[in-house]
């Protein structure tokens, strides 16, 4: 008599339930726990932390703080948090020494994206960036480089305990995984597909559609015009610079836009943002990593990080704004192999 071997979705099922348990034992002790997403969170940071939220209530009923640094400065992302009443807040240096254990999501320790004290170990660090060598020191650790969403992460762990996520977490879920994989166009698994698929179902579309078509503020398209006036090809790269902004994810709108220029395998966007340049990278061909550009083109003196296709930064600066956006240009057109007389406007 031949024992039944179990098919592969049940072991992944198995795999992922036995990480949550081990999550939870971890937690079972505690009854209120920091969840800290990166800083200018986004849909999925958001979602992700939410989600993460509603599991602990669910399963051990520990109640969570949601905190981020920075802003949400994007329409759509101002929208989703107000008409979904996500129990998002901003976070003060207060709120992360409380001894509480602190849950990172969509980050990971000590890489200067997130406000989470040098002296402090967070107990778990879920995200689908490529691992860090900080996180050998964290209890738990579910780095899945392989997702195009750490929304998928939780969905997965929202299954795996059978815990149903009402319709405005499955929407938030549903519209995390949507933005981080462009609509399963971009980095997207066979487990993100499956996880969109099952939020879709689940998903209030009408706030969605209201989400996805937030009203843009004037000094949105007064950035923009500027942005493409600014615009500067370089054969098949577009660089442009913004100047100063209201918000750090401008620049990540206008390298979305540009990304989508005919002819063009890169698009850089360069920002200014208090005493910072925000940096947004994106590439149209899968075979590139924009990761591993932008941490050249940093070059120790910031942080940065991303996917392959889709990468961001932040340097520090002192000085003329205008001319550290433009070291920064004339760094970015040298990695990619072309000299300042190639440039052609745009427009």
Do not use: C
């Amino acid at each position: 008599m031949h024992r039944q071997v179990p098919n592969r979705q049940a072991l992944r099922y198995i795999t992922v339930r036995r990480r949550v348990e081990r999550l939870l034992s971890l937690l079972r002790n505690h009854r209120d726990v920091v969840i800290l997403t990166h800083n200018d969170p986004d849909p999925d940071s958001i979602s992700s932390a939410w989600g993460l939220s509603w599991l602990l209530e669910s399963t051990l009923q520990t109640r969570s703080s949601i905190l981020y640094g920075g802003m949400i400065g994007r329409a759509e992302n101002r929208a989703m948090v107000e008409l979904l009443r996500i129990p998002l807040k901003r976070a003060t240096p207060a709120d992360l020494e409380t001894g509480k254990p602190i849950l990172l999501v969509d980050t990971q320790p000590w890489i200067g994206n997130n406000l989470l004290p040098a002296g402090v170990t967070p107990l778990a660090a879920i995200d689908h960036h490529p691992p860090h060598t900080n996180n050998a020191v964290v209890p738990f650790r579910d780095i899945q480089p392989r997702f195009g969403a750490t929304a998928t992460i939780i969905t997965r762990y929202l299954w795996a305990m059978a815990v149903e996520p009402p319709p405005p977490l499955a929407t938030a879920l549903f519209y995390g995984i949507k933005t981080d994989t462009l609509g399963l166009s971009r980095e997207a698994s066979r487990a993100d597909a499956l996880a969109y698929l099952y939020l879709h179902e689940r998903a209030d579309l009408p706030v969605l559609g209201a989400i996805e078509r937030a009203q843009l503020p004037p000094d949105y398209f007064v950035v923009m015009g500027r942005a493409l006036r600014r615009a500067r090809l370089y054969g098949n790269a577009v660089v442009t610079m913004l100047g100063t902004v209201g918000h750090p994810d401008m620049a990540a709108e206008v390298a979305d836009l540009l990304a989508r220029l005919q002819g063009a395998e890169w698009a850089l966007s360069i920002a200014v943002f208090g005493d910072e340049v925000i940096l947004s990278l994106r590439t149209t061909d899968p075979e590139l990593n924009a990761g591993q550009v932008i941490q050249r083109l940093v070059a120790g003196s910031g942080s940065a990080g991303g996917h392959g296709t889709a990468a961001g930064g932040r340097i520090r600066f002192s000085g003329s704004p205008a001319s550290a956006q433009k070291r920064i240009a004339q760094r970015f057109v040298k990695i990619m192999g072309f000299s300042p007389s190639d440039a052609k406007p745009l427009i």
